[in-house]
Structure formats: C-alpha cells, structure tokens
C-alpha cells in the first residue's frame, strides 16, 4: 500500500468552527490531491498541489483553504464549517499527475 | 458540467457472468482513463487504466475498452466473482488532474 495516512480518521465539529484535514505521504510523491465523497455525487475536487506551495482549486473550493508547507504534508482547512460539509474526505497523491493516484483510507467529517 | 458520466448507478450479475460498467466523458483533452474500485469504509484503489493512444488493455479478468470517436470507455469483468462487488468509478487526467464520475454499485450474485 502506497504510505499515505488521513487524520483524524473522523471528526463531529459544530457549524462555524474552523476544521483542519491532515494528509501525510512518505511516497516522496509530487501531487497531492484532497476530494469529497457525496451520495450522488461520487468523487468531487477540492484542490490539489503540484509541488510545494503550488496549489490550485478544483471544482468545489468554495469554503477550502489548503496548504502545502512541505512535500509530505498538504492540509485542508474549513475556515468556518457549514452542514453542507460534512462528507468523507480522501487525500490522494500521485507521482505523475494523474496516471495512477493512490487514496487514504479517508476522513468522515460530521458538521452539526 | 458533468465531464465524466457514469449513468447507471448500479449493476447486478450473477457469478461467473460478464459485468460490463460503462463511461462516457466529454472533454476531448483527457489523455488517460483509469477505473478505480472502492469498498465501503475504504479508500478508492487502483484497478485498470488506459492512454488515450490505445483502445484496449487487459489485466487478468479486467479489460478496459476505449473508443475515442464515441468518448465512451467500458470495464469489463469475466468472470464476474462476489468479491468484486463494490462501487466502481471510472476517471479521466486533465493537467495535474482526474475527473471522475459518480459510481457504479457492482454487485455480484453467488
């Protein structure tokens, strides 16, 4: 299994509370990818990070913030919670950009 | 703006069987697909993937098809076993990036 660990595994937070995700790879691995996981929905983009202090949004930043402070680490921070998200978050990482990411075993997140 | 499609939410075979998951994507600049399989409480995994320059590759029992021409992929599982029921999601690179659809719900019937 590729090394890459989620923390918390889950969390119950109350709405407007600033919430920190945790994503640790010990691949040396360049990208580094958060998505969210709805019924519905399946697999969405949050933001990723093609290198250290290079981030980007993906299709559903709206409430994100991320950081990329060294290689092994990319953060997720939900400044102010809201119900809408709360879901099952998965850190992803990647050698090569997309040809073949591998995912954490995820992070359940419950806003009430 | 859904770019990758999977438009059946769920299949049920019976074992032994072909399953057959289908995809469609409608962004002409993905370059490589891969499908993913995801049990519940876990992490997405790896399955099969496929380069854009190619219309077939095949691993053990799983076969990925590509026609480009139609924008669609297809996984196909022979024979079809209990253990591979699970949600499956095909997935498209962009830059950087992978698109996926919503998920397939396999299930396969002993």
């Known amino acids: 299994d590729a090394g890459i660990t989620q923390s918390p595994r889950h969390k119950v937070t109350e709405t407007g509370t600033p919430v920190t995700l945790r994503c640790h790879q010990t691949?040396?691995?360049?990208?580094m990818y958060w998505y969210r996981q709805d019924p519905g929905h399946g697999l969405r983009l949050i933001h990723y990070?093609?290198?250290?202090?290079?981030?980007d949004k993906g299709e559903v930043s709206d409430g994100y913030s991320v950081s990329r402070s060294k290689t092994e680490d990319f953060l997720l921070t939900l400044e102010s919670a809201t119900s809408s998200q709360t879901s099952v978050y998965f850190c992803?990482?990647?050698?090569?950009?997309?040809?073949?990411?591998?995912f954490g075993q995820g992070t359940r997140l419950t806003v009430v | 703006d859904q770019q990758v499609k999977q438009n059946s939410p769920s299949l049920s075979v019976q074992e032994g069987r072909i399953s057959i998951l289908n995809c469609d994507y409608t962004n002409s600049m993905f370059d490589y697909f891969l499908w993913y399989k995801k049990y519940p409480a876990e992490g997405p995994t790896f399955l099969i993937s496929?380069?854009?320059?190619?219309d077939k590759n095949e691993d053990g029992r799983f076969t990925v098809f590509l026609n480009k021409s139609a924008k669609h992929l297809s996984l196909h599982i022979v024979p079809s076993q209990p253990g591979d029921s699970a949600v499956y999601f095909c997935a498209a690179r962009g830059v950087y990036k992978l698109t996926f659809g919503k998920g397939t719900l396999l299930t396969v019937n002993p």
């Open positions: 990070s093609y290198g250290v202090k290079d981030t």
């Open positions: 992803a990482i990647s050698g090569t950009g997309g040809t073949e990411a591998f």
């Open positions: 691949e040396n691995h360049r990208y």
């Open positions: 496929i380069s854009s320059i190619k």
